[in-house]
């Protein structure tokens, strides 16, 4: 009870505060609100809107369904997670956060999946989208399109380096519930609760993937309209959330710097940076991204005196974290299912110091060591944001679902084989 008296009161303390910025500062307000506002608009809504209604439709039409079932002989035994939710982390690193955390609380809401395994879908698949990593950090901010690879590299390598480590997660939990056979999920796509929680293979069957997705079909029910209008109206109410929250923090950042404080800030980052022996230039970086991930990956590449590994690092740092901005997002989703956002936030940090570790470990086999003047962006090289990145974006997600599909294929292979050959062996 005390500690939600003490919450309670930080966060009276906190918008009290704000509000008097506000009215300290009402033009850096206005620009501030206007800027997250076009932010919003320009970028977020067309990148997003279009993602949320399609997903919305290939669940209510079973498609999610039956690529998980395909996806069942990868996604179990390397992530301890159904391949339904293959579909999800192909979704979310096409289109970037916060689609991830709808779609796995839809997955959760349907009892496709345990809240563990939610948890640890949220955490590893939630990523910054490539368009977004090439076009605006790449080639927009750094100016050239030869970061992107390494960049990439790092940023989703340790996604799936994050979502290995995390199978581990919640063991206790599902090995509870295995034995009090208290399990939270309805017999979907015919497995039984002990398949559906362990991690051995399944098969790769295109036939019982087609009837898993005719029985999806047949249990949802609604016709074309009704859920044509639903998956609008849904998404459009998260758009709403997603941009109220983008504006709100776009002013709060610009107030505490318009203020004072965020120099306050700087310097115990440049101190903990001076430590662990990286340039105290990137504070200002590592703070803005730690509100917002656009103003954070764009001041990582401003520091003039900064080598370019460290500051493709802060970059790779700060996409990965995503910003308080993507995580009040990810929080309010979650919201409304029962996941748990400590998890995320825990994964978070992880992922962030996993893809800075990885680019600095990769940054002199990949680029060498004469990178720091890299060439300039072409016009040839330029990659459009908005409503015309959406056809890119979903070509991305489609070949994202063909490599998992092949992959799922092969997993299921060389289990067949190690099967036959111990069989042999045994014989």
């Known amino acids: 009870m005390n ?33 997250g506002l076009a932010i919003w608009w320009e970028v977020l809504f067309p990148s997003l809107f279009p993602f949320f209604v399609i997903s919305e439709l290939m669940l209510g039409f079973g498609i999610v369904h039956f690529l998980g079932k395909l996806l069942d002989p990868l ?42 395994q939610g948890e640890r879908l949220v955490a590893f698949t939630t990523s910054s ?52 056979s208290a399990i939270d999920m309805i017999p979907d796509q015919g497995s039984a609760p002990s398949d559906r929680m362990s991690s051995s293979p399944a098969k790769f069957s295109l036939r019982s993937a087609l009837q898993a997705m005719h029985e999806a079909r047949l249990n949802d029910g609604r016709s074309l309209g009704e859920l044509l209008k639903q998956a609008v109206s849904s998404s459009l109410q998260l758009m709403a959330v997603v941009g109220g929250l983008v504006v709100f923090f776009s002013v709060v950042l610009k107030l505490l710097t318009a203020s004072g404080i965020m120099s ?64 009040a997002q990810v929080a309010s989703i979650l919201n409304g299912a029962d996941l748990r956002y400590l998890p995320f936030l825990a994964a978070r940090l992880i992922h962030g110091i996993l893809a800075a570790s990885l680019l600095l470990l990769l940054w002199t086999p990949m680029m060498g060591t004469g990178s720091a003047a890299m060439l300039p962006v072409s016009p040839e090289e330029e990659i459009s944001v908005g ?41």
Do not use: N
């Open 3 to 35: 500690l939600t008296r003490i919450a309670i009161s930080l966060i009276i303390l906190t918008m009290t505060s704000l509000g008097v910025l506000m009215v300290c500062y009402p033009a850096v307000s206005w620009e501030a609100g206007v800027t």
């Open 75 to 116: 996604m179990k035994p390397l992530f301890r997670i159904p391949g339904s939710g293959g579909f999800v982390a192909a979704m979310g690193f096409a289109s970037g956060y916060p689609v991830s955390a709808k779609l796995a609380t839809k997955l959760r809401e349907q009892r496709l999946i345990s809240r563990v």
């Open 129 to 180: 989208d490539p368009i977004f990593l090439i076009g605006a950090v790449s080639v927009g901010f750094f100016g050239s399109s030869q970061l992107a690879g390494i960049l990439a590299l790092a940023h989703y390598g340790s996604a799936l380096l994050l979502g290995i480590l995390l199978r581990f997660y919640g063991t206790r939990e599902e090995e509870s519930l295995l034995q009090g």
């Open 264 to 327: 306050l800030l700087y310097a115990g980052i440049q101190s903990l940076l001076v430590t662990a022996g990286l340039p105290a230039d990137l504070a200002e970086p590592f703070v803005g991204g730690m509100f917002e991930v656009t103003l954070g990956a764009k001041a990582a590449a401003a520091p003039p005196g900064v080598p370019l590994m460290y500051k493709a690092a802060a970059a790779a740092f700060i996409l990965s974290w995503g910003g308080l901005s993507v995580h």
């Open 387 to 427: 409503w015309s990145s959406v056809p890119d974006a979903f070509v991305i997600f489609l070949k994202w679902i063909a490599v998992l599909l092949i992959l799922s294929l092969l997993a299921r292979i060389i289990h067949w084989i190690l099967a036959r050959t111990e069989g042999r062996t045994r014989k």
